[in-house]
């Protein structure tokens, strides 16, 4: 019993370390979840009404003027570039974004697949090893793993800058980007986006015709569109890698926040446990001691 008695001590010892352990991430995560979300939070809705305005006008050109980034092509060659973080500990969230990349490429790029015209490029360590278990089939791009690492805008930019050029050239007909969409700190969830080419205005459900959006263009609208697109879609690529920045670490904290009351649980089960196995250490003692002494007297 007493051999029982110290495995039961040690364990409790190491839950214990492990329950520190985890209190201490969920606060490392809280504090880098509070900029992250700041940072988010702020461009969202600039980045979406500038996507917006940006498919309206797309939508509506006509004349000499014209943006390859807006040209649908037979999609041939794909790029699906999936954005993960380089660390685990966060539940589910990298794998629920690699799963909904693997669905993807199976539902849409089965064709490509097979052909060998398609590309996964990873941004973020996780995606990574997600796939390289499981597929033997695929072109892997793992220049860009580290970028994850430093998420500023001049940094980025180098990426999104060289995609575009690439989806310009021919080298790719559509680029996807599969992210960690943030909601708040409790959820967040894997979503699709369609980069390139961008996706044109969509009449709303029932109009009768496409409302046409009557733009001034100064000083003019060719110049203006190469220099207005790139510039877009450099922020709403750099928006995508904010969203599973801040998804991260709110993942990260509620799964350190569940952890640490798993550990409480488990502490006082193993409490519990070792209260009882020495009780009846004790009462066997005591009861060893009284036969024994009855046996003198007698």
């Not at 364990?11 to 352990?21: A, C, G």
């Not at 939070?41 to 009404?49: H, K, T, W």
């Not at 800058?161 to 599969?178: C, I, N, P, T």
């Not at 959820?187 to 109009?207: D, H, I, N, Y």
Request: glycine share 6%; net charge positive.
């Amino acid at each position: 019993m007493a051999g029982g008695l110290k495995e039961v001590r040690e364990r409790i010892k190491s839950v214990i370390n492990t329950q520190q352990i985890t209190k201490a991430m969920k606060m490392v995560s809280a504090s880098k979840l509070r900029r992250a979300q700041n940072a988010i939070v702020q461009l969202r809705p600039y980045s979406e009404r500038l996507n917006r305005m940006l498919s309206n006008i797309l939508s509506n050109l006509d004349g000499d003027a014209s943006t390859s980034f807006g040209t649908a092509r037979d999609v041939k060659k794909v790029l699906v570039v999936v954005v993960t973080s380089n660390r685990g500990l966060c539940g589910a969230f990298n794998t629920n974004i690699a799963k909904e990349a693997v669905n993807l490429i199976n539902t849409q790029y089965a064709t490509q697949r097979q052909n060998g015209q398609l590309t996964v490029l990873f941004v973020g360590k996780k995606g990574f090893d997600y796939f390289r278990r499981r597929f033997k089939d695929i072109t892997f791009r793992t220049d860009r793993i580290a970028l994850f690492e430093n998420l500023a805008y001049d940094n980025v930019s180098l990426l999104s800058r060289e995609l575009m050029d690439a989806f310009a050239s021919g080298q790719y007909d559509a680029v996807d980007v599969v992210y960690g969409q943030f909601k708040n700190a409790a959820t967040q969830f894997p979503s699709v986006e369609r980069w390139l080419p961008v996706p044109k205005m969509k009449p709303a459900e029932g109009a009768a015709k496409q409302r046409r959006a009557d733009y001034i263009f100064e000083p003019g609208k060719q110049e203006l569109l190469e220099t207005l697109v790139p510039s877009i879609l450099q922020l709403s690529f750099h928006k995508t890698l904010l969203d599973t920045h801040a998804s991260e670490h709110g993942a990260r904290m509620t799964s350190m926040d569940k952890a640490s009351e798993n550990a409480e649980e488990l502490l006082k089960n193993l409490k519990i446990h070792y209260n009882k196995a020495r009780q009846e250490s004790i009462t066997k003692e005591l009861t060893e001691i009284v036969g024994g002494a009855a046996a003198l007297e007698s």
